[in-house]
T-cell receptor
Framework: KAGVTQTPRYLIKTRGQQVTLSCSPI?????VSWYQQTPGQGLQFLFE???????NKGNFPGRFSGRQFSNSRSEMNVSTLELGDSALYLC????????????FGSGTRLTVV | GEDVEQSLFLSVREGDSSVINCTYT??????LYWYKQEPGAGLQLLTY?????DMKQDQRLTVLLNKKDKHLSLRIADTQTGDSAIYFC????????????FGTGTLLAVQP
C-alpha cells in the first residue's frame, strides 16, 4: 500500500513568486491536512480538507490556500512568497471523521530566496 | 492558549530507558499522540492513547497519561542508537476535526 506522496521534495523560489505543492493521500483516505514546520514556530496546522471541502483552517494569512480534488489529492498554494515562508510543508492523510491515525508524507522543503 | 510543551533535549546511553515528557493544554483533548521525526524525514506515528486511558504499552514503548495534570510521557525501554530523533507529542481536541496541536519537540540523543 503506497504511503502519502508529496511532490516536489525540494523547491527554491524567489520572493514574490507563488508556489503549488501537491499531496496524494493513501488510497481510500478522504482527509488531507497540511502543516508548516519551521525551527522558530514548530509544527503549525494550516488547513484540512475532507471530501473536497475545507473543514478547518489555522491562523495563516490568505496567501495560503488549498484545495482537494475528487480523487482526494490535495494541493496547497502560497502566493506572494516571503522569506519567512521557507519551511518544511507536511501533509497528513486519514480515513475521515472517526479515524485515529494520521499518516504523514515526507514533506516538501520550500526555500524562499 | 494552544502551547503544548516539551523539554528540548534528552541524552541517554544505549540500553538505558528514555522518558520524554509533554504537558498539553486542553483537558477535553480526546486523543494524544507521539510522533518521531528523523533528519530530513516526515513524521512517523509511534503510538497514541485515548484520553480515558492511563497507560498504554506497545513493545518497547510505554505511554503514561495523567489527565488531572495534563501530563503525557513516553518511555522507551532499552534505547538504541536508531531511536535518536526528534519526538513530538500532539493533542487532538475533538473527534470532528483532524487538527493536531503539536508540542515543541524533544531531541533524543542516544550515546553508544
Amino acid at each position: 500500500k503506497a504511503g502519502v506522496t508529496q511532490t516536489p521534495r525540494y523547491l527554491i523560489k524567489t520572493r514574490g513568486q507563488q508556489v503549488t505543492l501537491s499531496c496524494s493521500p493513501i488510497s481510500g483516505h478522504r482527509s488531507v491536512s497540511w502543516y508548516q514546520q519551521t525551527p522558530g514556530q514548530g509544527l503549525q496546522f494550516l488547513f484540512e480538507y475532507f471530501s473536497e471541502t475545507q473543514r478547518n483552517k489555522g491562523n495563516f494569512p490568505g496567501r495560503f490556500s488549498g484545495r482537494q480534488f475528487s480523487n482526494s489529492r490535495s494541493e496547497m498554494n502560497v502566493s506572494t512568497l516571503e522569506l519567512g515562508d521557507s519551511a518544511l510543508y507536511l501533509c497528513a492523510s486519514s480515513l475521515g471523521d472517526s479515524s485515529i491515525g494520521y499518516t504523514f508524507g515526507s514533506g516538501t522543503r520550500l526555500t524562499v530566496v | 492558549g494552544e502551547d503544548v510543551e516539551q523539554s528540548l533535549f534528552l541524552s541517554v546511553r544505549e540500553g538505558d530507558s528514555s522518558v520524554i515528557n509533554c504537558t498539553y493544554t486542553d483537558s477535553s483533548s480526546t486523543y494524544l499522540y507521539w510522533y518521531k521525526q528523523e533528519p530530513g524525514a516526515g513524521l512517523q506515528l509511534l503510538t497514541y492513547i485515548f484520553s480515558n486511558m492511563d497507560m498504554k504499552q506497545d513493545q518497547r514503548l510505554t505511554v503514561l497519561l495523567n489527565k488531572k495534570d495534563k501530563h503525557l510521557s513516553l518511555r522507551i525501554a532499552d534505547t538504541q542508537t536508531g531511536d535518536s530523533a526528534i519526538y513530538f507529542c500532539a493533542e487532538r481536541k475533538d473527534g470532528a476535526t483532524n487538527k493536531l496541536i503539536f508540542g515543541t519537540g524533544t531531541l533524543l540523543a542516544v550515546q553508544p
